[in-house]
Structures are given as C-alpha cells and as structure tokens.
C-alpha cells in the first residue's frame, strides 16, 4: 500500500457534480436531467463541500490516473472476457467506456439521457448525491485480447509486447483460473463504495454485448476520517504495510521502475504493467502464533513497524546485525526477502484488504490482501516473488488469484484509452 | 435505513483509544502494552481528532447500542452455531464477547495482553491507529439456542417466546438455509470497515470451541464525507430507501413497535427482535426497464423521492389520487403496499446494501440490500412481508436469507449480555 500522501494531481473539485445535479434536479422538478443551472449550483456547491475525500482526480492525461494517485479508501476491481468479435465493436467498447469513465469521476452521470420516461435511464442513478469521492478508473489490456486458444481475434497479435503474459507458477499459491486473468480489466478506486461499484456496475452495462465479467474483487485501506494520513496503514496481519514503496513524488524512480518506456511498441510506451494477486491470509493460524514469531516472520515491531533490531519506521532494516542466536532479521524473514532493493528492482504496490465472508468448507475467514502492483515489467514482480520461496510467511498466506495487465497511456479530451493500440 | 441523524447517545469519545495506545507504545518502544501515559495520550488526541465518524458509542446500558444509533456507514453481520455442550460454556462464551465487546467499541484492544513476546496477542492488531469509529456491537440469540433437533441443550426450552421462531414463507423468496439462521449473531457497525471487520474476526477467535461461523453479510451505506448527513441515502435500485423509517427521536412510536415490553420473558423486556432478510436485486433486468416502469414500480419519482403524484420526499403519499388512467400510485405500487401504516404497524429498517461479486452461473451482480428491521415482535415484519405479495417490486427481487433473533437488553458495567435469560 502507498503511504496516502497527496501528489499533485489532486485539486479541489470544480465544475458539475452528481450532487449539484441531482439538487438542481429536484428544486426544478424535472428528472435527472441537466440544465445550466445545474451547472453553477453545483460549482457552488463543491466549493462549499471542500475537503478529503470529496476531490475529483482528472481523467484524461498523459497517464491513467489510479496508478500514482495517492491511494483511496475503497476498491471495485473486475475483470472481464471479451466476447465482441471484431476490431470495430472492441473499438466502440473502448471509446464508450472511456466517455463514461471521464464523466463518472468528474461526477457526473454515466450517461446524459436520464429524463425519458421511456428509456431505461443511461445512469443506475444510485450515486445521485454522492460527491466524486476521488474515483480513479484504471483500464487494463490482458494478454487474452491478443490471442485467444490461438485466434488472433482482433488482428493485435503482432503487437503483444513479449512481457504481456500469465505469470509462470509461483512460490505460496494455489492458483484458481476461474478467478484469474481477463482481456480487460478496470480498477475503480474511490473514498466512497458506493461510487466505486456504481463505476464498475455502470461500465459492465455499457459493456453488455461485448464483455462478460470473469471475476470481481472489493477492497478496503485507509478510512480517510477514522485513521491519520500519515499512518501508514496496517493489514489484516496487524502489521503496517507498505512502509517500503515507490513514492509517489520520487519522479525518477517511477521512470525507472513504473513507466513503460522506449522498450515497449510505441502504443504502450509511458504506459505500466499491472500484476494482481489474491493473496488469502490463514488468519486463524496467524492469530495462534506469538507475538515474537510473528514479528520473526515478518522482521518488524509489531506495534511500530520499525524494523527487528532498532530504529523507527522508515528507517532502513539493518540486514547485517547479529545478535546472540545469530540474524536479528532473519534469513527468511518477509522484509529481507520481499525488498526488491537486494535484488536491484522496486514495485508501486497499491493493494487492498479483502473479506469475503469465510470460506464455508474450513468455517475460516476468507481475508487477505488483494495485492496490486505497478511496473516497467512485469518480470520485476516475478523475481521478487521468485525470492520469496524460502519466506517465512507462506506458511501464513497463500495467492489465490493472479492477473497481468499492460495499462496504456491516458487518453487526451476525445480519444480513449487503447486508442495506440487499434490504430 | 434510517434517516442518518444523530441521536443523544452519542458524544465526543473520551479516554484511552486505539489510536492513543499504539502511539504511546511507539514512543516507549514497550509494545502493545499499556500504562499510564497512554491513557493521558489517548485523551489528548481524541479531542484533537474529535469529528464526524470518530465518536465512541456507550456500549453499557438499558439497550443494546446498533438499534436507534445512528446508523454507521458500514456493517459486517455474523452468525454462529453454538458448539459448547454446557449452559456454563455458553455463559463464559456470552461473558467474554461481552466484555471483548466493550473494549473494542470503546476503541481499546480486543483483550489486555498484547505485547508478551511468547504468547498469541489478545488482539489481533489491525484496527491499531484507527479511531472506534462508532462501532456498535448488537448480540442477538437465535431460536436453536433454546432447542435444537428436539434436543434442550441448554436447558432454555422454556424460556424461549413463542414469537421467537423462523418465518414461515413469505413471497419473493428463494432461501438459501446455509445463510439463513443462527443460534447467536453480532451485528458490528461502524464507519470504518477495517474496525468492524476486526471485531467480528476478534470475536469469533475468542469464540472458537464455542461457535463456529454460519453465514456472514459485508454492506455499506452512506459515507459520512461524500453525502450529506440530511439526505435519504439511495438503494442500489437508485431510490432513495428509507424515508418512512421509525424515527429514533419518537420514543413513543418505539415504545409501540420496537422495544418488546410486558408481553414477553423478563429476560428480553427492554430488548427488541431483529430480523434479516438478504434482498438480492436482479441489477439487470432493473437497468433495463425505462424510468417510468421504475418510478411506477416503486411509488415514487427517482430524482427527488417525492410521492408520484406531487409534493416532496417527506410528504405523505396520497394513496387516493386518481389520474386519468387509474391511480396515480399502482394499487401494487412497493410504497404502497411496504406501508405497515395501513396495516397498522411500523418497524425500524437498519439495513445495507451489499455487493458480493458477480453470480457465476448467470454472469449477473449480485448485489442488493441487506435488509436489517427491528421491532417489538417480528410478526410486525412478517404482517408488512406477506402484504408485498403483490408488489411489482417482487419482478426485480428475490429474498436469499432469512434470520429472527431476539435481541436482549443492554448489560450494566460488570454483568453481560444474555444475563437474563441464563440465570
């Protein structure tokens, strides 16, 4: 998880909001249709509203925003099958959802006929009220987009960069295929669940015809209002998480490691590589083992997060001590072993807790961390979790789920995202 | 769901929180413990971060706190088998969840031993640095605590109230009995879904041997930063959902239908009944349907919420109005026949909408509301319930779980919940 500082591109939000519409709707009488009272009503609004957790993030740009963007209190995550059949209708999907993604996290609707009595409305409406919450959609291309069961469906199979594939297997997994991988996948991150999953509910009806859902996932961080930003959060294992990550600020790690560069075919470049994993804790026999266990196995202080053997929080683990009984951090201690630092790579994770409810063949909590990380490549993820073999913690977690997905560019006013893609 | 206004029993929190202990144990470096410097801490900084979303909620007293409180922005509803063989292993069961409970609402942890290096931690340590967050933890005691295949376990037959039974069948039902019932249930609200997670997961580990885990229901409702208190907040049909709820201001109208009184067992006098209804929305066939049908269906305009045939939300709907092609509201329009006014009873919604992924069979959400009512004796709900046969609403929904508990009155400092019914 990042650390929840602000970046810059975050502002205070301006202009039409689902409030200010659904308000100006009602004082006027006439449906969720939209006039230029609208419009100012809800400009006044949102600067009556100011404060965390109600901005808007923009939508087009040189990059998608959800990867850097600091990190909202809530996810919807989904992945989908493509089930159109030429380029032209995967085309229409693409600019479709694009159009709905901009004026869903500007706050609006998803569509703008929400007044006919009747046409089934182009909006759900279950957001009306809800100010932007800073929701984020992130599109993702799969590898199955490129080649599907060896059919180049939609004439991209020369443009698959080599590095857009299914992860090999892994160390600590027990993969389920019906809940892993996808051709596109959208990530929607707000501050309020219910514009999160009205997001995703929205898109997957716009992509009704040409798309079908393979798998879902919510999560849960930070509450911006019950925890302070600059806590690092903690995970369901009781230990802060993510003390270690690329920093948003840090512009030259992020060309380094995050961005896509000259390597990739051009419709990628400035673009990432997203990797999902589901990664369910055995909580039930976390919570059995001591306190000193478990802080052996992860090599941090529980309460402060401050690496085994002194210091505080941030600073760096001291991976050459000894004291008595031989390493203060362990050999297969989780910090030793997950720092990509050692081995000359980093990640911008960006992950959520889960809880599914519990797993009714074991009676045990079905929780975890749905993990998400940012990269160059995706082989930086595969060595880190390759290190990760001998990790004390497996025998505490294990990834259920798995996905890749390259992330294109931001798309600019009256393009859409893929666009370099199917051009 | 209620109408989000706050009611008396809440109050700034005061004392020792999460947030205060984990801090002060940071600068000691003295682990999760605890001393003195903590408390005075705690304190300080509950009055810094005091605000919407952070308060403590009196867990002692009369009633159980999470029926007239204001309603949370998040739920995490469980419910249990017993598995203890003994009246005596209920009682230490019921002892230790309640004196669990009061520490955790409190924002303390789950138990006090939390930084013995050779034992398990009490808590499980992921709520640390969130504030209590308005956590409510509601106990109830379902009808197979009192017999359960004919067998009196625990010596309760006697005692259980005839009212206190699973409901019949009632329309727009397909129940599933996996996730139905329970011989006990904790409902945990709060606005942080971090800090209600962690108390049912504390709470079925201190149960473990006792209970094992039934079924369990996440859902959200408003989020106290992104909507404004005074508005109605909207199902996931997109209506606004409870603006005909039993205030908890009236103490009249709960006297009348929400706390049990004379009538039954001295053991639940001052407590109330809860049942639960898992309401899944078929979200497709829904967003198909043009605004008319759906503002026909539901009885009222979707923008505003007004009654169809004029006015504003909170006006009474004039059931009487004729158009010219018949009534102005559908004789089976949901408002209504959902009325319990014309049948001369009213209960207390608290429900959530929930979202649970997607159905893999048929591709759809599944989404809905968890359907939370309280009130003085749940033919109250089945009276409104069978009245729905009719509704046009019942095309668009189906009831997949069904609960009936009987929820005891509040504990005094010391005592427990349920002390009543077992001594």
Same mark, same amino acid.
């Given at each position: 998880m990042t650390d929840g500082r602000r970046t810059d591109e975050e502002r205070p939000r301006r202009g039409l909001t689902r409030r200010g519409l659904i308000t100006t709707a009602g004082v006027a009488g006439a449906g969720l249709g939209l006039g230029a009272a609208g419009y100012a009503l809800g400009q006044e609004r949102a600067e009556e509203d100011g404060g965390e957790g109600t901005g808007t993030v923009p939508f087009w740009g040189e990059r998608q925003a959800g990867i850097v963007t600091a990190q909202q209190d809530r996810l919807h995550f989904a992945a989908f099958d493509v089930t159109a059949e030429t380029p032209a209708e995967l085309e229409a999907l693409l600019r479709e959802w694009t159009a709905a993604a901009a004026a869903l996290t500007a706050g609006l609707p998803a569509g703008p006929r929400n007044d006919e009595p009747l046409l089934p409305p182009d909006d759900t409406g279950e957001a009306f009220g809800h100010l932007p919450s800073r929701l984020t959609i992130t599109f993702g291309v799969g590898p199955g987009l490129f080649e599907r069961d060896g059919v180049d469906r939609f004439g991209l199979r020369s443009r698959r960069p080599p590095e857009l594939r299914q992860m090999p297997p892994l160390p600590a997994e027990a993969i389920d295929p019906d809940r892993s991988g996808g051709d596109l996948c959208i990530q929607a991150c707000s501050d309020d669940p219910q514009v999160a999953f009205h997001a995703v509910r929205n898109l997957a009806r716009i992509g009704r015809g040409s798309v079908v859902m393979r798998w879902s996932q919510l999560g849960f961080g930070r509450t911006a209002t019950t925890t302070r930003a600059q806590d690092t959060p903690r995970n369901l294992m009781g230990f802060k998480d993510g003390t270690n990550n690329v920093r948003a600020e840090d512009s030259a790690e992020l060309d380094q490691f995050v961005w896509v560069g000259d390597e990739a075919p051009e419709w990628l470049r400035g673009g990432s590589y997203m990797v999902t994993r589901r990664i369910r804790m055995l909580i039930e026999s976390w919570d059995r083992t001591n306190l000193a266990e478990q802080e052996r196995v992860i090599?941090?202080?529980?309460?402060? =997060?401050?690496?085994?053997?002194? #210091?505080?929080?941030f600073d760096q683990p001291d991976l050459a001590a000894r004291g008595p009984e031989g390493p203060v951090i362990a050999r297969d201690a989780h910090i030793r072993l997950s720092s990509g630092d050692a081995l000359g790579t980093r990640i911008l994770r960006r992950g959520y807790s889960f809880t599914? =409810?519990?797993?009714?063949?074991? #009676?045990?909590l079905d929780a975890g961390l749905f993990f998400i990380c940012f990269q160059r490549d995706p082989g930086q993820f595969e060595t880190i979790q390759r290190n990760?073999?001998?990790?004390?913690?497996n025998e505490y977690i294990v990834h259920s789920s798995s996905a890749v997905f390259a992330i294109p560019p931001g798309a600019v006013e009256g393009g859409f995202v893929g666009e370099g893609l199917l051009s």
């Open positions: 090599g941090r202080e529980k309460p402060t =997060g401050a690496p085994l053997g002194g #210091g505080s929080e599914d =409810g519990f797993d009714e063949v074991t #009676g045990q990760l073999s001998a990790d004390l913690l």
